[in-house]
């Protein structure tokens, strides 16, 4: 069964998250870092033509042998709907259009959802607003495993199945620790992607519908850009809840590898990211970090210490005023 999870309970804390404190202090060290927030000009391009490209893909795998669709479905489909979904997390945060233009960032999202064939792109926003608002609250942030999970997923062939269904988990962990009622918006998310789903089932079959559908599942488990899934915020170092990868995967994933930066400046987009780095580097140059996103994954899957549990949480029900900077924006609905 592999090697058993030495933790039996997630690391409990009794102080804030350090994003806020960190983000004042830089700021005031480098107030021109604010001029990196605001819109991607360039990301709705990128966005659209990632559409196409799988729009058309799906198309042509049509006529391929089984074999071939879900070997593309794996390696091409699986890691353009997976970068898809960190375009959606940029998107969430209102960087396509601005703050001013909240409704126009939120449809621009489920179109950017149509290639990955599940409704994802409001529930997303609805619950990642909280996740840096109250980053590691319990009952509040939604980005941490379970009490179940921690306790099943306990030795190396176990945390293998937790890999390849974090998809899931990611789904339906929002209904059970923090339900929320459903947005007009969801729904139209999800009667839009009906509407895709069945479109492409009709003019490419089976093959082209399975080819995005399978794609999108895999890679949101078994898949490399998943690592990012770990490395972010599971506590390699004692004490340390939120670490930055600065490899080359960055380049497929719009930056997200850039996570300390990330929660430090949420409204700056990914692709400005590591001018952050570039600036205030004496912040993040001796933060521990993550130089490869394969050992991310061999040291969580082998390594007695890490598991579902590995992650910091706090008791507190939420989180002080000040986590929200009047000055530097989180998102807006």
């Not at 929660?263 to 001018?275: N, V």
Request: glycine fraction near 6%; include cysteine.
């Amino acid at each position: 069964m592999g090697n058993e999870c030495s933790r039996t309970d997630f690391e409990w804390v009794y102080t804030e998250h350090p994003h806020v404190e960190r983000r004042k202090t830089i700021l005031k060290k480098y107030p021109e870092i604010k001029k990196l927030m605001g819109p991607d000009p360039h990301l709705k391009w990128i966005v659209i033509g990632m559409v196409i490209f799988q729009v058309i893909s799906a198309y042509y795998v049509q006529s391929l042998p089984w074999w071939a669709v879900i070997t593309m479905s794996y390696l091409i489909a699986g890691s353009i709907n997976h970068s898809m979904t960190l375009a959606i997390h940029d998107i969430s945060h209102n960087v396509v259009f601005g703050n001013k233009y909240p409704l126009y960032n939120r449809l621009f999202g489920i179109f950017a959802n149509l290639p990955i064939g599940f409704p994802m792109s409001i529930s997303f926003k609805k619950y990642h607003i909280d996740h840096h608002r109250y980053q590691g609250a319990d009952g509040y942030d939604v980005d941490l495993p379970t009490d179940f999970e921690g306790w099943f997923f306990h030795n190396t062939f176990t945390k293998i199945i937790w890999l390849f269904l974090q998809a899931l988990f990611y789904a339906f962990r929002p209904f059970i620790v923090r339900p929320k009622p459903i947005l007009k918006l969801e729904v139209l998310n999800l009667v839009v992607q009906v509407i895709f789903d069945v479109a492409v089932w009709y003019f490419t079959g089976w093959k082209g519908l399975l080819y995005l559908l399978v794609g999108s599942i895999i890679s949101l488990g078994l898949h490399p850009i998943s690592a990012h899934f770990i490395a972010e915020h599971y506590m390699f170092d004692q004490g340390y809840e939120t670490y930055s990868y600065y490899g080359p995967w960055n380049y497929v994933t719009f930056n997200v590898g850039y996570h300390m930066e990330h929660h430090d400046f949420p409204y700056i987009p990914g692709s400005r990211l590591p001018e952050v780095k570039k600036i205030a580097g004496e912040f993040y140059d001796n933060l521990p970090q993550h130089t490869s996103w394969f050992r991310v994954i061999w040291d969580f899957l082998f390594d007695p210490n890490m598991g579902p549990y590995s992650r910091v949480k706090r008791k507190q029900g939420q989180m002080p005023s000040e986590v929200i900077s009047s000055d530097v924006p989180i998102m807006n609905t």
